[in-house]
């Protein structure tokens, strides 16, 4: 199998206000951010493209115009047929200290799908069990 949910842990370095898409610009705290995502297709394809240089790819998603200024640090796949992405972004929003309001989430009804943390979290307090 080769579907499931995906979060990415970034590390944004310095204070930034960067442009979103049609979010238009927004600000960001130094820190740690965590995205939520999913993959119903190809979950290695979709993770090795957010982890390839800002420079080699088109600019398609709102997490590839943060990436632009953030690195990701660390990545924890879930391996699922289930459409579990909202549950494991909501179990991300309670252990974060503020979500990104309305970033990718155009497609679901989460308030978002980035979330700040002022201290480097581990993802394993992520894990979900599909």
Do not use: Q
């Not at 990545?75 to 991300?92: A, D, F, Q, S, Y």
């Amino acid at each position: 199998m080769n579907k499931g949910v995906y979060c990415l842990l970034i590390d944004l370095k310095e204070p930034k206000k960067i442009k979103i898409g049609c979010l238009g610009h927004m600000s960001f705290k130094r820190g740690y951010y965590c995205y939520v995502g999913s993959a119903l297709n190809n979950l290695e394809k979709r993770v090795e493209r957010h982890l390839k240089n800002p420079k080699d790819k088109k600019t398609r998603w709102h997490i590839d115009y943060f990436l632009k200024h953030a690195k990701i640090i660390d990545v924890m796949k879930i391996l699922t047929n289930k459409k579990t992405e909202c549950l494991v972004n909501n179990r991300v929003r309670k252990l974060s200290d503020e979500i990104i309001t309305n970033f990718g989430s155009s497609d679901c009804r989460c308030k978002g799908h980035l979330h700040y943390f002022k201290k480097r979290p581990s993802l394993r307090l992520l894990d979900y069990k599909a």
